[in-house]
């Protein structure tokens, strides 16, 4: 297998993250970013890590990361056809297309009747991972940087060793019957 | 390869099928070896953590299906190390059953009124207690005042924690930090250890074959420590009974992949597999409304906003349990939480117009997450799972270094599996749409298939040899001297949650195994005793 040249690099983490951005969009980093849309306000999977994550070997997707980019975008440069686009030719055919047409691709490829829709269901799990729980780093220590997804979310600080724990937890009264027939073991008869 | 070890029994998998004929054996005096093919962790090693390598993932397996994925423990302890310790006995009706075979599946020595003096057994050891209203965490609370409001039943669901030590963490399925939940390692596997039994952790059985003298062989791989797609050296142990408790989802991988060595296997090994009917609805509840419709506040005004606190599953609504209802349209819905991690993607977004289950909408849901309350629904399903040729080594074929793999397990719910679905969906919206409090969508089946957290059937008992691989003894037809003791031993859906049940089965085989053993020339009695209880769970020191 052939080394990742500087430009075949550059393609590959653009049209991940694309991909990535299609899962959980987020804001842009910049003014020049082309890889996430910029449909939402806050941080999403990219700057959650998606791509963190997507490459540590512990997940089992970073050997194929460069097949999947590539055929993301052969994917994308046949959409475009068959839909009219002409793609920006200075950044991948994938990230060259608006945030609804990646949408819009990617519901086909994660369709449950796609004879690819597996491949695309890890990377499209592993997005979401990182957005919903930093499955890259500690959470305490994705808490203390502002991951932007457990904020978003809002999931609270442990305490002080670390761990959660919740004293106040209950509304402390009956708030139903219960059903007649309960057996005194608490079971259902 | 390790070669010429020999022992009385050996147990393959130590969650409730393992542990508790493994401790009986060994207080009865025969030599035990429980050969787990995960690894052995303390309490100080369950971790409040999401990543890659903590026991989140170490303990835990997700294995994708054609159709139908299985959730399930990979440890010491098995799925009661990652459980949720709910355990409610199985309805009367259940025992009933005629499922897709049209005639009474269970065995006939086998009811309700037969089985529950062993529930008994089990909810004084681990031990299973009641729980008051008092301890009920919010979303539990939360789920009973909708059912009340909507004029129905919520009971509070039995359970193996001990609500004193537990901190309402809703970190379960890494394991319990604080030994609140009453995990067989505070239990049946010290117990079985203090008795004289060896147990082996990260050793994967791979099959079995037959020795000279009447009884198995039992040959494994040694699985690494942290990247479990790599498998180390191999090893066999003869023994004169072999407990086969792998899980529902790894049992008949083994036994199919035994065929070669051992002959035929019974055409019920591998088939019948069932995910007792269970789907998931997310709901997205008002604050306004809860506090409004409900009355609920908690004391710094919220209504409820509380979906990370809690112990799993705590509050059931069993009106649907009820035996004059046709089968598959009983279901139980109990609340339930599902973690980070595993338990957002499949939540879909109420009225999208793109994508249900990714996109803008979807972040927008997430963004109300702790609104978020999960209904879990167990029914009776058709027993449609069947296991394709097994993988090359374990019962999946590895992905990530831990957790997620793809199995050989192929499902397709049948109109019977699916006219339940959508009742318990529409029952779910009627309870909690009403008067606004939420909006409620099932998990999307389009993803991963359905899913299951508690895999059964795939090796069953029964009275038929035609459409059941054990008989009520638990013994492998054809293959004496084998006996399958897990959640695969159980004939179908049970409507609620299995683990008591499979843990009551597995208590009630036991005197028969020990009588096995004791034709096969193997010194052991049957005490009937209960394990001793500990404080926390330590591994012992395995020996090389």
Redesign the interface.
């Known amino acids: 297998m052939q080394p990742e040249t500087p430009e075949e690099q550059q393609a590959r983490v653009l049209t991940l993250e694309a991909f990535a951005d299609t899962i959980i969009p987020g804001t842009k980093r910049s003014a020049d970013d082309r890889a996430i849309a910029g449909v939402s306000p806050d941080g999403g999977a990219v700057e959650s890590g998606a791509l963190a994550l997507m490459e540590d070997p512990a997940g089992g997707v970073s050997l194929m990361l460069g097949t999947l980019s590539e055929a993301l975008n052969a994917h994308a440069t046949r959409y475009a056809e068959a839909n009219g686009l002409t793609l920006d030719p200075a950044v991948p055919p994938f990230v060259g297309l608006a945030f609804d047409h990646r949408t819009a691709l990617l519901s086909h490829l994660l369709a449950p009747d796609n004879p690819e829709k597996e491949m695309w269901v890890g990377l499209a799990l592993f997005s979401n991972m990182a957005y919903d729980s930093a499955a890259h780093m500690n959470t305490r220590d994705a808490l203390a940087a502002g991951h932007p997804g457990l904020l978003a979310i809002g999931i609270t600080r442990p305490d002080d060793d670390g761990l959660w724990r919740f004293p106040e937890y209950s509304y402390g009264r009956p708030l139903s019957r219960p059903h007649p027939h309960t057996t005194p073991t608490g079971s259902p008869a | 390869m390790t070669s010429g070890a020999s022992t009385d029994v050996v147990v393959i998998g130590s969650g409730f099928g393992g542990a508790i004929p493994a401790y009986h054996l060994a207080a009865g005096g025969a030599r035990v070896v429980v050969l787990e093919r995960g690894p052995w962790l303390s309490s100080e090693e369950f971790d ?6 903590s026991s989140y993932t170490r303990i835990f397996d997700f294995t ?1 299906g054609d159709g139908m994925s299985v959730l399930g423990g990979n440890c010491v302890g098995g799925g009661s190390v990652v459980y949720f310790a709910t355990m ?5 009706f259940v025992f009933e059953r005629q499922g897709s075979i049209g005639r009474r599946m269970w065995p006939a020595a086998i009811t309700r009124d037969t089985l529950d003096p062993w ?1 008994d057994r089990v ?1 004084e050891a681990l031990p299973i207690t ?2 008051s ?6 979303a539990g ?1 939360l789920f ?2 909708a ?2 409001h909507a004029g ?7 359970s193996a924690v001990d609500v004193d030590k537990c ?5 379960m399925m890494a394991g319990c ?1 604080f030994d609140a939940k009453r995990s067989l390692l505070l239990n049946y596997l010290p117990a079985a250890l203090a008795h004289g039994a060896e147990i082996r952790p990260l050793h994967e059985v791979q099959h079995l074959s037959r020795t000279d003298d009447g009884g198995y062989r039992v040959h494994y791989r040694v699985v690494d420590g942290e ?1 479990y ?1 790599i498998l180390h050296d191999s090893g066999t142990i003869d023994a004169k009974i072999v407990i086969v408790a792998a899980g529902a989802g790894a049992t008949p991988v083994i036994l199919q992949r035994s065929e070669p060595t051992l002959g035929t296997m019974p055409s019920a090994v591998g088939r019948y597999f069932s995910g007792n009917g269970e789907r998931l609805n997310t709901a997205v509840f008002d604050d306004d409304r809860v506090r409004e419709v409900l009355g ?1 506040s ?2 710094d005004g919220r209504g409820y906003d ?1 979906n ?3 112990r799993g599953p705590t ?1 059931a ?3 649907k ?1 009820d035996p004059d209802l046709p089968e598959y349209e009983r279901y ?1 819905l109990e609340q339930l939480f599902f ?3 595993l ?3 499949l939540a879909q977004v109420p009225d999208a117009q ?2 249900s289950w ?3 909408a ?2 927008d849901m ?2 109300r ?2 609104s978020w309350l999960t209904l879990f629904t167990m029914s009776e399903d058709d027993n449609e799972g069947v296991f394709g040729p097994p993988p090359a080594t374990g019962n999946a074929d ?5 957790m ?1 793999g793809r199995g050989p397990l192929r499902y397709r719910p049948t109109a019977n599996t699916l006219r339940g679905w959508a009742a318990a969906d529409a029952d779910a919206r009627d309870i909690l749409e009403r008067d606004g409090l939420a909006r409620v969508m099932p998990w999307t089946n ?3 298939g359905a899913y299951t957290v508690h895999p059964l059937s795939s090796c069953r008992i029964g009275d038929d040899p035609a459409t059941s691989a054990l008989d009520d003894r638990h013994e492998l037809r054809q293959h004496p001297g084998i006996f399958v003791t897990d959640g695969s031993a159980v004939p179908g859906a049970l409507t ?1 949650n299995p683990a008591l049940t499979i843990a009551a089965l597995a208590e009630r085989a036991v005197p028969g195994i020990v009588r096995a053993a004791q034709e096969r020339g193997v010194p052991v009695t049957y005490h009937g005793s209960l394990p001793e209880g500990t404080a926390t769970a330590v591994p012992q020191v395995v020996p090389g």
């Open positions: 409040h953590d999401f990543k890659l390598g994708v409610p006995r199985a309805p009367r529930y909810c009641m729980q209203w008092d301890k009920v965490p919010y609370g009973a005042a059912c009340a129905r039943t919520a009971n509070p669901v039995p901190t309402n963490c809703n970190w930090r990247d797609r609920l908690r004391p509380a990370q606190i809690g509050v609504t069993w009106d349990l139980s973690p980070l991690g338990g957002t993607i793109g994508p990714f996109g803008l979807k972040k997430l963004r997450w702790q590895r992905i990530s270094q831990q997620l389009d993803v991963v609620v």
